[in-house]
């Protein structure tokens, strides 16, 4: 039984080295194909917003800017984004700023206004648009890949076959990539992201995640 457990431990020991190169850049490439796709195509539209984006009610507080000014962030974010991801550059941010991108498309179109239930609400899990009883059900499938994906590059960022990896070891930090750091903040950081996302989509759970995160970092100063 010892001979087994050890075999397995070295087993996972040498599939979380080989992880640390490749299991991020999967999700690398794939977000970065996928926004540039998205991004490429709003940039052959002339003419600033088309109707129907600037016809869409966007959450704070991006409600307050102007159409055109909306069009265009999330044109380039989506564009620069997909091309840092590909290379693997400031990884966590540019994985933040497709976070935020799609927290807003999600709120903005493909969330449904009113749901009764957990079981309603899950109707929406669909990659085409549903409606039922004359009311849209939602289809953010999609958008809950995407955050999942995204927040796993947040949190773990862009692995070894990255450039974010080259400028650590370039700057003489390579004892950094395998330091971790669990404590009270960590947990704030670990509610935080979550948090900012669901308090748009179901405001409850992200108000709680929110309150967790902030009493989490007032236990970190505490503590301190």
């Known amino acids: ?35 540039w796709s998205a991004g490429s ?20 507080p991006f409600g307050l800017l102007s159409a055109d000014l909306n069009w265009l962030l999330v044109t380039w974010g989506e564009v620069l984004a997909a091309v840092a991801l590909l290379f693997g550059l400031f990884t966590r941010f540019f994985a933040f700023s497709l976070l935020v991108i799609t927290t807003v498309a999600c709120v903005s179109v493909h969330w449904p206004e009113t749901w009764s ?9 669909s990659v085409s648009r549903v409606v039922e009883d004359g009311e849209f059900r939602g289809n953010f499938r999609i958008h809950m890949l995407f955050f999942s994906m995204t927040l796993v590059l947040i949190f773990w960022g862009g692995g070894k076959l990255s450039l974010d990896h080259g400028l650590i ?56």
Do not use: C
């Not at 195509?41 to 704070?60: I, S």
């Not at 239930?117 to 899990?125: A, F, I, K, V």
């Not at 935080?192 to 409850?204: C, R």
């Open 41 to 60: 195509t709003k940039l052959d539209v002339e003419g600033g917003a088309p109707n129907w984006f600037a016809n869409t009610d966007f959450p704070p």
């Open 117 to 125: 239930g957990l079981s309603q609400l899950w109707e929406g899990y």
């Open 169 to 224: 070891k370039l700057t003489q930090r390579g004892d950094l990539i395998q330091d971790r750091l669990s404590d009270w903040l960590t947990l704030s950081l670990a509610l935080l992201l979550p948090g900012v996302v669901l308090v748009y989509l179901i405001p409850v759970w992200g108000i709680v995640l929110l309150v967790g995160s902030a009493g989490a970092a007032i236990a970190h100063r505490m503590r301190g």
């Open 1 to 35: 039984m010892v001979a087994i457990t050890e075999r397995y431990d070295r087993l996972t020991d040498r599939l979380r080295a080989a992880g640390d190169w490749l299991a991020p850049l999967g999700l690398r490439l794939l977000l970065a194909y996928e926004f």
